[in-house]
């Protein structure tokens, strides 16, 4: 009887290798063979339609018009400009000394750390000190120092 179990398990052993066989031999014959591109359909060359052009067209009505003509609409105005100009923003907060000096400059409600050279509200860093930094934006110098002097937190120096 343990040869009949043996048997079946031989004989499926056998059946999975056939079928193994059979699906790499129609995997590779499929292969062998070069794919044919598709041909074109016999016959006149069909005409395809081409798709209408759109022209583009001057708008009839002025810009911030009401199209259905129900009331006219008032074009927005622009915001107030109350804004404070950049060097009444600027304040030195701190000097960083390291490898390098750098500068801790608050700009509104953002902090810099900015090494000589670099660019704040269109001033460049001119120079670094102990207690004050050196703006410039073309000839114009703004000096900020770390204790802001009787008078107020910036200083314009005139050469």
Same mark, same amino acid.
């Given at each position: 009887?343990?040869?009949?179990?043996?048997?079946?398990?031989?004989?499926?052993?056998?059946?999975?290798?056939?079928?193994?066989?059979?699906?790499?031999?129609?995997?590779? $014959?499929?292969?062998? *063979?070069?794919? #044919? &591109?598709?041909?074109? %359909?016999?016959? =006149? /060359?069909? +005409?395809? @339609?081409? !798709?209408?052009?759109?022209?583009?067209?001057?708008?009839?009505?002025?810009? $911030?018009?009401?199209? *259905?003509?129900? #009331? &006219?609409?008032?074009? %927005?105005?622009? =915001? /107030?400009? +109350?804004? @404070?100009? !950049?060097?009444?923003?600027?304040?030195?907060?701190?000097?960083?000394?390291?490898?390098?000096?750098?500068?801790?400059? #608050?700009?509104?409600?953002?902090?810099?750390?900015?090494?000589?050279?670099?660019?704040?509200?269109?001033?460049?860093?001119?120079?670094?000190?102990?207690?004050?930094?050196?703006?410039?934006?073309?000839?114009? #110098?703004?000096?900020?120092?770390?204790?802001?002097?009787?008078?107020?937190?910036?200083?314009?120096?005139?050469?």
């Amino acid at each position: 009887m343990a040869q009949k179990g043996q048997r079946q398990d031989v004989a499926f052993l056998a059946l999975a290798v056939a079928v193994l066989a059979v699906g790499v031999a129609l995997f590779v $014959g499929l292969r062998a *063979f070069p794919r #044919r &591109p598709p041909q074109e %359909p016999k016959g =006149p /060359p069909v +005409a395809r @339609p081409t !798709p209408p052009l759109r022209l583009a067209t001057k708008p009839s009505q002025p810009p $911030g018009h009401d199209p *259905f003509g129900s #009331r &006219p609409i008032k074009p %927005p105005e622009p =915001p /107030p400009q +109350a804004k @404070p100009k !950049p060097a009444e923003e600027l304040k030195l907060v701190g000097i960083v000394r390291g490898k390098e000096l750098l500068a801790v400059i #608050r700009y509104g409600d953002r902090r810099y750390y900015s090494r000589q050279g670099a660019r704040i509200a269109g001033y460049t860093l001119a120079e670094i000190g102990s207690q004050r930094v050196v703006l410039t934006k073309g000839e114009e #110098r703004l000096a900020l120092s770390l204790r802001p002097p009787q008078t107020g937190a910036t200083v314009r120096e005139s050469d």
